[in-house]
């Protein structure tokens, strides 16, 4: 699921948006930190953006979504006849909006740069489903403890929040671009290096996964309300109003009630 939300986000930036490869995308400035002018884009941006669609476009929702599901989590979402019809729908509308991107902004990415894309999508899939295509073994070694839900959401929390305060502490403090890609290299091979090992544990249990989606959720939440309410506009920079402000306070409610609800199913279940 990780790799696969890795793809999405190439997809997403890479081939449909181009924020990637945009400097000016919807009068943003987002490739100006780190842009490397002989590749047309800048690495920092690229690892926080696909980091950003990895966890918080599939993977979290995704979690929460399986631990609301219960004993149904492992089933098929979709049956083949389903999955092939929002299949269709998914590229038409991904198609929809490159084209539209690309006469609302007037831009569009060189041949090299697309190539580059559907080159590196198709070798995280070919990764995805020949590599890595067995779960993770659980270690034989049993703990003395059980792995604490908590533990499990302060660390999500911590390493997500700081993620994504990393991408604008280092800019606006005028790091190196070096140094700030580093920072966010640092904290995705310490998110994976910590939750493959928990997952390898036999205590690592459903309510520990939504427990880590949880955390990348509430991070998400304050992070938003944080721009709507201090910065006062939204991520493409549109002036915030109220009903802004009172729709994040209900999203977020809403999700962390259903966490709740899941955790509360997913123990009984136990």
């Given at each position: 699921?990780?790799?696969?939300?890795?793809?999405?986000?190439?997809?997403?930036?890479?081939?449909?948006?181009?924020?990637?490869?945009?400097?000016?995308?919807?009068?943003?400035?987002?490739?100006?930190?780190?842009?490397?002018?002989?590749?047309?884009?800048?690495?920092?941006?690229?690892?926080?953006?696909?980091?950003?669609?990895?966890?918080?476009?599939?993977?979290?929702?995704?979690?929460?979504?399986?631990?609301?599901?219960?004993?149904?989590?492992?089933?098929?979402?979709?049956?083949?006849?389903?999955?092939?019809?929002?299949?269709?729908?998914?590229?038409?509308?991904?198609?929809?909006?490159?084209?539209?991107?690309?006469?609302?902004?007037?831009?569009?990415?060189?041949?090299p740069q697309y190539i580059s894309i559907v080159l590196s999508i198709f070798l995280i899939i070919f990764i995805a489903f020949k590599v890595i295509k067995k779960p993770f073994k659980k270690s034989v070694i049993e703990k003395d403890k059980t792995l604490s839900i908590w533990l499990v959401l302060i660390i999500s929390f911590v390493l997500s929040s700081t993620f994504q305060l990393w991408f604008h502490y280092a800019p606006n403090h005028k790091f190196s671009y070096l140094f700030?890609?580093?920072?966010?290299?640092?904290?995705?091979?310490?998110?994976?290096?910590?939750?493959?090992?928990?997952?390898?544990?036999?205590?690592?249990?459903?309510?520990?996964?939504?427990?880590?989606?949880?955390?990348?959720?509430?991070?998400?939440?304050?992070?938003?309300?944080?721009?709507?309410?201090?910065?006062?506009?939204?991520?493409?920079?549109?002036?915030?109003?109220?009903?802004?402000?009172?729709?994040?306070?209900?999203?977020?409610?809403?999700?962390?009630?259903?966490?709740?609800?899941?955790?509360?199913?997913?123990?009984?279940?136990?």
């Amino acid at each position: 699921m990780i790799l696969l939300g890795a793809v999405f986000g190439l997809i997403a930036e890479g081939l449909v948006n181009l924020t990637l490869f945009n400097p000016n995308y919807a009068g943003t400035t987002l490739l100006k930190y780190g842009f490397i002018p002989q590749l047309g884009t800048s690495f920092n941006y690229a690892i926080f953006i696909i980091t950003l669609h990895t966890v918080w476009s599939m993977s979290a929702p995704i979690a929460i979504a399986e631990g609301f599901a219960g004993k149904r989590s492992r089933e098929p979402w979709l049956h083949t006849s389903e999955l092939i019809v929002v299949g269709i729908f998914s590229i038409l509308g991904l198609a929809g909006t490159a084209i539209s991107t690309i006469k609302r902004f007037d831009f569009i990415a060189s041949i090299p740069q697309y190539i580059s894309i559907v080159l590196s999508i198709f070798l995280i899939i070919f990764i995805a489903f020949k590599v890595i295509k067995k779960p993770f073994k659980k270690s034989v070694i049993e703990k003395d403890k059980t792995l604490s839900i908590w533990l499990v959401l302060i660390i999500s929390f911590v390493l997500s929040s700081t993620f994504q305060l990393w991408f604008h502490y280092a800019p606006n403090h005028k790091f190196s671009y070096l140094f700030g890609l580093l920072g966010f290299m640092v904290l995705d091979i310490l998110a994976i290096i910590i939750f493959t090992t928990w997952a390898a544990q036999k205590n690592w249990k459903a309510k520990h996964i939504l427990m880590a989606a949880t955390g990348a959720i509430l991070t998400y939440g304050w992070f938003g309300l944080r721009r709507l309410i201090v910065s006062g506009h939204t991520a493409m920079g549109i002036p915030t109003k109220t009903i802004d402000i009172i729709g994040q306070v209900c999203l977020l409610i809403l999700l962390l009630l259903i966490s709740i609800i899941s955790l509360k199913k997913l123990q009984k279940e136990e």
